[in-house]
């Protein structure tokens, strides 16, 4: 079984602060997706990285995949109260179809 | 679009029930997955399929069988409800399992095993 964990489990900072989000494994993945949540819904995509070292910019958001392609990160600057929600990482191991979830960082903004 | 429809959105079980969580899918996608959700633990894989007729074992797998007839419907059966299978349940698809693959996910179905 491939393992995701994620860091911090719960964040809970200010409008307008900056912060990071961790998403950690022992294994290899061929690509990484990063999701976000909303009380009663399904998760949505927001990313997806496949290269060691990838940066990806969504406005705000900053993903990055780590060299040996075990972890990423997830920077977020000037946070709003709309950045609440709970962030998923889910690694894609290769040649198999199993999609693999980490265990999630609630991240709540406060105006 | 529908996308991804679940049904029904709330459940509650005696133990020892059994039912069937649907999941339709209007994408054409050949990949179907059951998630489960629970506090603490992100998302954990049940069962999934690359296409009609080919269902695997995920990594939470016991009390739960599922079928794929057709490539739009992918049902998650519980044969005897316990208390352990309280949880949010998830489906999914994608139109391929490749590094690039989004999933879509249905708005989820919450199930109490009393």
């Not at chain 2, 999934?48 to 269902?55: L, N």
């Amino acid at each position: 079984t491939q393992l995701l964990e994620q860091s911090p489990q719960f964040l809970s900072i200010q409008e307008g602060e900056n912060l990071t989000v961790y998403c950690n494994s022992s294994s290899v993945f061929s690509s990484l997706q990063w999701y976000r949540q909303e009380p009663g819904e399904g998760p949505v995509l927001l990313v997806t990285v496949v290269t060691g070292g990838e940066v990806k910019k969504l406005k705000r958001l900053t993903f990055q995949f780590g060299d040996a392609r075990k972890d990423s990160s997830l920077h977020i600057t000037a946070a709003q109260p709309g950045d609440t929600g709970l962030y998923l990482c889910a690694g894609r191991g290769f040649g198999n179809e199993k999609l693999t979830f980490g265990t999630g960082t609630r991240l709540t903004i406060i105006p | 679009n529908a996308g991804v429809t679940q049904t029904p959105k709330f459940q509650v079980l005696k133990t020892g029930q059994s039912m069937t969580l649907q999941c339709a899918q209007d994408m054409n996608h050949e990949y179907m997955s059951w998630y489960r959700q629970d506090p603490g633990m992100g998302l954990r894989l049940i069962h999934y399929s690359v296409g009609a007729g080919i269902t695997d074992q995920g990594e939470v797998p016991n009390g739960y069988n599922v079928s794929r007839s057709t490539t739009e419907d992918f049902p998650l059966r519980l044969l005897s409800a316990a208390p352990s299978q309280t949880s949010v349940y998830f489906c999914a698809s994608s139109y391929s399992a490749g590094r690039m693959g989004e999933a879509f996910f249905g708005q989820g179905t919450r199930l109490t095993v009393v």
